[in-house]
């Protein structure tokens, strides 16, 4: 499992918007059918982004995350955007991890719970857990 956070560029705001942020979650799905990985969880803020994964192999993070960051890119037509570099930590506790994630909205003062966020796993309307393939 790994908790992985990638930041904006001069942390601009970009995903305020919601095209780029429903954008920023579709996008991630496209990947995983490109580069199967299992999704646990995830949250968009308005200036990064979180995911709990498990990437199996022969996948590789840094592929994923690669792929991701130029693929939402280039589909939102501005850029750059992103720092060129990510954080990655392995987790000793998954269930702390996705609690943190859930609830970073709520922290930042961007929705009254995590459910009411619509750019998280935690709003019941994305799926996560499956390992896509094309």
Request: contains cysteine.
């Amino acid at each position: 499992m790994m908790f992985i956070t990638t930041n904006v560029h001069h942390r601009w705001k970009i995903f305020q918007n919601p095209t780029h942020a429903r954008e920023a979650i579709e996008t991630l799905y496209r990947v995983q059918l490109l580069h199967p990985f299992f999704l646990h969880g995830f949250v968009i803020m308005p200036d990064h982004c979180h995911f709990l994964l498990r990437v199996p192999p022969p996948e590789s993070i840094s592929l994923i995350m690669n792929v991701y960051k130029a693929g939402l890119t280039f589909q939102l037509g501005i850029g750059p955007i992103w720092q060129s570099r990510f954080h990655l930590i392995i987790p000793k506790n998954s269930a702390t991890v996705l609690r943190y994630i859930h609830q970073n909205p709520v922290v930042e003062g961007l929705a009254p719970s995590a459910e009411d966020y619509p750019w998280s796993s935690a709003s019941g309307k994305w799926d996560v857990t499956e390992l896509r393939y094309s």
